[in-house]
């Protein structure tokens, strides 16, 4: 059965950091998004992207996020100037249609 | 400002039990709901979506929708230990936005 992979499984970065998180969606899905879930709270939408373009985003996608599809397979969330408060975890999400959504496994970032 | 609202637990049922979970929303436009099972550290993972009101069942598991009352269940029959997770309920507003909006989840912990 096809799945939404992500790597790293695992991250650990010093505050100020640049990261890049990856993603491998499901191959004949048109939607992406990525989604984050501090530990104990919620997941939280961030971004949603569709033919090459960002569709929708949150208030917590600023300046300091970027996604980018470099190729026809990868999804990719880039994280600037990292903070402590981004230490989440970071889900992947691709859908067909635009309704049921299918989550990778996440990377688990950690901002030290 | 939407909101989905869930019972965080943890609902403690015995194993063959029937286990409910319940989901209530603030928004009437809502039209698509959606339940998602996460275990600790993972991804969620979708086991079920209504759009209709009434029941909706798949193997073990019935999802209830009351538009009118605003709330949606999830009901796991013959309830097993492998079923302790947490819960999500999300919410997409079709027509409007079709990012789904997430419950805080339900914990359910099924003992032997």
Same mark, same amino acid.
């Given at each position: ?21 990856? #993603? ?30 960002i569709s929708e985003k949150s ?54 | ?18 286990? %409910?979970?319940? #989901? ?64 999500? #309920? ?16 339900? %914990? ?5």
């Amino acid at each position: 059965e096809p799945e939404v992979t992500q790597t790293p499984s695992h991250q650990v970065t010093q505050m100020g950091q640049e990261v890049i998180l990856r #993603c491998v969606p499901i191959s004949n899905h048109l939607y992406f998004y990525w989604y984050r879930q501090i530990l104990g709270q919620k997941v939280e939408f961030l971004v949603s992207f569709y033919n090459n373009e960002i569709s929708e985003k949150s208030e917590i996608f600023d300046d300091q996020f970027s996604v980018e599809r470099p190729d026809g397979s990868n999804f990719t969330l880039k994280i600037r100037s990292t903070k402590l408060e981004d230490s989440a975890m970071y889900f992947c999400a691709s859908s067909e249609g635009q309704e049921t959504q299918y989550f990778g496994p996440g990377t688990r970032l950690l901002v030290l | 400002q939407k909101e989905v609202e869930q019972n965080s637990g943890p609902l403690s049922v015995p194993e063959g039990a029937i286990a %409910s979970l319940n #989901c209530t929303y603030s928004d009437r436009g809502s039209q698509s709901f959606f339940w998602y099972r996460q275990y600790s550290g993972k991804s969620p993972e979708l086991i079920m979506f209504i759009y209709s009101n009434g029941d909706k069942e798949d193997g073990r598991f019935t999802a209830q929708l009351n538009k009118a009352s605003q709330y949606v269940s999830l009901l796991i029959r013959d309830s097993q230990p492998s079923d302790s997770a947490t819960y999500l #309920c999300a919410v997409i507003r079709v027509g409007g936005s079709y990012i789904p909006t997430f419950g805080r989840g339900t %914990s359910l912990i099924v003992h032997p």
